[in-house]
Each structure stands twice: as structure tokens, then as C-alpha cells.
């Protein structure tokens, strides 16, 4: 496999340097802003009971415009180069609604409710931006069967990936400083992480390849026991290496539910505990999430908020 180098991505810009224009175009029906509620699956809340009521919608649109991006890179049949051709559209779209033009009729109902909250919350184009570029990415590297180097390559692609969204609700939230940010960049690199181990029985099929190379030689892990989803020793070794590694990043960036105002920083708690019970389960596997997806279940959530309340 060649190593590519990630593309170059724009400056990350503050709310003080984005002004949406004016919407040109007569207004539209008031309903037409709501973002559908969430009922995709996920190892945490999203816009829960928990959640600010005020932000719960913007928090919906900017998931939802997150899911759809990731649904055009990863879901269906379709080839590469008709994902990205949807992948540049979805972008000029975004670029249209942030000038305050309509977007598409194609992703209006995605692009309606995140224009109304770009005007109403002055959210970071840049860091919308990035979640497309590292969508990408995924599905050049898929074509290309090209996986990751080295953790330092992956962890570019989860700053564009993961950290944007912990920065976009920071920004709701009004947190801005620069230990919050950091905080918040560890535990959205975190859960991308986790998202890939748990995943390993679904994405190498597909074609998905996260484990970094040079871990995969720490432990000498054969690439063709990998592909063929084989609990070989070795493999445990690097998934659990790899494992530890996500819980460490977790663990640093868990401070910030201490520095978020009432229900969202309950609200994380869950998050984070969400994400170290996967690992949880992803240990408890030795391997095994190579041919077995772990998945939260009732019981879990009772252990996660028990775990929450003495955070």
C-alpha cells in the first residue's frame, strides 16, 4: 500500500471571523428548519432529554448534517466516484447556505435546519468543512485499499473526522478556551477510536483498513490473518494495544464534564462512559470484535450512569 500525505485543510475559523449573509430568497415554511429527530444508532445521547432544550435543535442539525455525510461515504452500493461526486456537491451545498443561498432541493431538509442555525449561532464553516474532507478520504483510501501508516496519520484524520463536532458544541455551549478544546479534541479522538475497534468485523469487509501499519508490525500482526478476521494472538495483542490507547485518550479529555454548564456536562458523562463500557466490551472479546460487533444494551446504560454520577 502507498502512503498518501492528507490533503491540506483550511484554517479553522472563529465566530467572530464568519457572518453568514442574508438569506436572498423568501422565507420558508417554519417547519421546513426543523432537523429530523435521531434514530440512527449510537454509543450516546445525541440531543437528549439531557441536553439544553434551547440547543437541542441545533444539535440535531449539525448530527444530521453529519449522519448524511457519512451515510453518502459508507452507506449503499454506490462506486467511488459517484460518492464523490455526492461528497462535492453536499460541500457546495454547505458553501451555499453558509452565503445564505438555498441549497439543493436534493439535501434540503438537511441543509435548511443547519442554515437557520449558522445564522442563529454563527457556527465555524471550517470545521463543517473538515467532516466532508475526512469523508472523503475514507472512501479514496477504501477505493485505493490503502489503510494508515502510523497513529500520527490517523490522528489526522480524527481531527477532521471527530474533534470538529466537540468544537461545534463547545462553541454552542459558549466554552472557548483553549484547555476545553483540547479536552474536547481527546474525547472525540477518542470515540473515533473506539468506533474503529468496535467496527473491525464490519469495516475490513468493506474494505475499511484503521489499524495503523507500524502497530500491526509492533505486534506482528499479518495483514492476511487480519483480512480474514482470524483472533490470532497477535492480533489480540494489537487490538487490545490498540484499545488501551483509545481508553487513554478518554481518560484525558474527561475532565471537561466538569467544565460544562448543568445538563450538557451530564450529558457528556454519558458520552464518555458510553464510549470506555464499548471498550469494555471490545476487551472483554480478546480479539474477538474482529467477527463480533459489541453493542450497548439496557443494562449497560444502567452501569454507564452509575459510572456518570461518580465522575
Known sequence: MNDRSPPPQPEVASAATYAPQPLQTAPHHASATLAAPVTH???FPVASL????HLRQPIAAIYGFARTADDIADEGDALAAAR???LAAYHADLMAVAQGQPPSPRWASVFLPLQAVLRSHQLPVPLLADLLSAFAQDVEKTRDAEGY??????????????NPVGRLLLHLYGVTDAQALQESDAICTALQLINFWQDLSVDIPRGR?????ADCAVHGACQAELLALRS?????????????WARASMQIGAPLVHRLPGRAGWELRLVV?????????VDALKGGSLHTRPRLHAWDWCVMLGRALVM
Do not use: F, M, W
Request: overall charge neutral.
Open 84 to 86: 464523490l461526486a455526492d
Open 209 to 213: 483498513h484503521y489499524l495503523p501499519r
Open 50 to 53: 439531557l441536553c439544553p432544550p
Open 273 to 281: 462512559q458510553g464510549g470506555l463500557r464499548i471498550l469494555d466490551k
Open 149 to 162: 501508516a502510523d497513529r500520527a496519520e490517523l490522528l489526522d484524520y480524527c481531527r477532521r473526522s471527530a
Open 232 to 244: 490470532t494472538p497477535e492480533n489480540v495483542r494489537l487490538i487490545s494495544d490498540c484499545a488501551r
Open 41 to 43: 444508532y449510537e454509543n
